[in-house]
């Protein structure tokens, strides 16, 4: 059983450019939510996808966007990049179930340079 | 803005010490869970303690919860010196599928 797989592992960008990172959910998963975790900082929520919607998003620009596939895999895009946005991406997933919340499993996280 | 606090922020112990790091939390909550990261990789899931649970065993872990402090603790007992990692509190709300909260985290090191 395939936990939650991140890809890539690693990137480094140019300020102004444009990145998409990606996310497949544990095995019986169906939601997915997006993490920034700056150098030695605790993550911070950037947006939660479920039914291929964004139902809930934390306090990040417009130019954070990101999208669920019907397969519940899930995509991170980041526009214009800045220097500011090198971090740690990572991605979790859960089963948002009937109501009681079950454990949320994280990926190895990409790690994004942006010089 | 980040709920959870850990405390302390930084823990070196020696192998075979137990470690207990503490978390503090601003709001009413769900369920509350610790993670551990190596080397700024993935977070691991630990372990899960729902608002209505007091204790909670797995391992060599022992998570308390008191939600009359809005605190927790995580008790990791006969250290090793491959529990080196950061570890996280991490909190959702009581309404609805709010996303994790998470603290700044406790970095322990086990010096073998």
């Known amino acids: 059983d395939a936990g939650v797989t991140q890809s890539p592992t690693h990137l480094i960008k140019t300020r102004g450019q444009q990145v998409t990172l990606r996310c497949s959910p544990k095995?019986?998963?169906?939601?997915v939510s997006w993490y920034q975790q700056a150098l030695g900082q605790g993550p911070q929520f950037i947006f939660q996808?479920?039914?291929?919607?964004?139902?809930q998003r934390g306090n990040f620009p417009d130019r954070f966007s990101g999208h669920q596939f019907p397969n519940y895999s899930s995509e991170l895009n980041v526009n214009a990049l800045l220097l500011g946005d090198s971090a740690l991406y990572l991605c979790?997933?859960?089963?948002?179930?009937?109501?009681?919340?079950?454990?949320?499993?994280f990926g190895q996280g990409t790690r994004l340079t942006v010089v | 803005s980040q709920q959870g606090e850990e405390d302390p922020q930084a823990l070196s112990i020696q192998e075979g010490e137990n470690a207990t790091m503490n978390c503090s939390y601003k709001?009413?909550?769900?369920?509350l869970q610790w993670y551990r990261q190596n080397s700024g990789r993935g977070l691991v899931h630990l372990i899960l303690?729902?608002?209505?649970?007091r204790e909670k065993h797995s391992g060599r872990l022992r998570v308390t919860l008191d939600t009359s402090k809005k605190s927790s603790s995580l008790l990791i007992t006969a250290s090793r010196a491959a529990d080196t990692a950061s570890y996280f509190c991490?909190?959702?709300?009581?309404?609805?599928?709010?996303?994790?909260?998470f603290g700044k985290g406790t970095r322990l090191s086990v010096i073998a």
């Open positions: 303690i729902r608002s209505n649970e």
């Open positions: 996808y479920y039914e291929e919607e964004e139902r």
């Open positions: 979790a997933s859960s089963l948002r179930g009937s109501g009681a919340r079950t454990e949320a499993f």
């Open positions: 709001t009413s909550i769900n369920n």
């Open positions: 095995s019986g998963h169906d939601t």
């Open positions: 991490a909190t959702d709300a009581r309404s609805g599928n709010t996303p994790l909260v």
